[in-house]
């Protein structure tokens, strides 16, 4: 039988990861897909600040309200809300939030650096 040339994935299928914004569940990921990864993000309460050298992120804010530090800027947020953070961009997220990220090319742990 031959393998699809699609992914389709349940966000309840992936086991949540810890990550400096809170807690992940990276749904779609490089091995996916060398254009994109997609992920959920439950925001802790205070993220720790962290930058990427190479990835593009954009967030989508699904649920909550707080704000998203960029470059030491507080930015107010609350769903609906949709940030795009090009590298080198210093961020972090406050409040409890939920947010869709999607970074391109697809995250790689070792293009997190903290800020």
């Given at each position: 039988?031959?393998?699809?040339r699609?992914?389709?994935?349940h966000?309840?299928?992936?086991?949540p990861?810890?990550?400096?914004?809170g807690?992940?569940?990276?749904?779609?990921?490089a091995k996916?897909?060398?254009?994109a990864?997609?992920?959920?993000?439950?925001?802790?309460?205070?993220s720790?600040?962290h930058?990427h050298?190479?990835?593009?992120?954009?967030?989508?804010?699904?649920s909550?309200?707080?704000s998203?530090?960029?470059?030491?800027?507080?930015?107010?947020?609350?769903?609906?809300?949709?940030?795009?953070i090009?590298p080198?961009?210093?961020?972090?997220?406050?409040?409890?939030?939920?947010?869709?990220n999607?970074?391109v090319?697809?995250?790689?742990?070792?293009?997190?650096?903290?800020?």
């Amino acid at each position: 039988m031959r393998r699809p040339r699609y992914t389709i994935r349940h966000a309840n299928a992936v086991a949540p990861v810890a990550c400096p914004c809170g807690v992940s569940r990276r749904i779609l990921t490089a091995k996916d897909s060398r254009a994109a990864s997609v992920h959920v993000v439950a925001i802790k309460a205070d993220s720790q600040a962290h930058y990427h050298r190479r990835a593009t992120e954009y967030y989508f804010v699904l649920s909550g309200r707080g704000s998203i530090e960029l470059d030491g800027q507080a930015v107010p947020v609350r769903a609906g809300h949709a940030l795009c953070i090009p590298p080198g961009v210093r961020h972090r997220a406050r409040g409890r939030l939920k947010i869709l990220n999607v970074v391109v090319p697809p995250f790689d742990p070792r293009d997190e650096f903290p800020a």
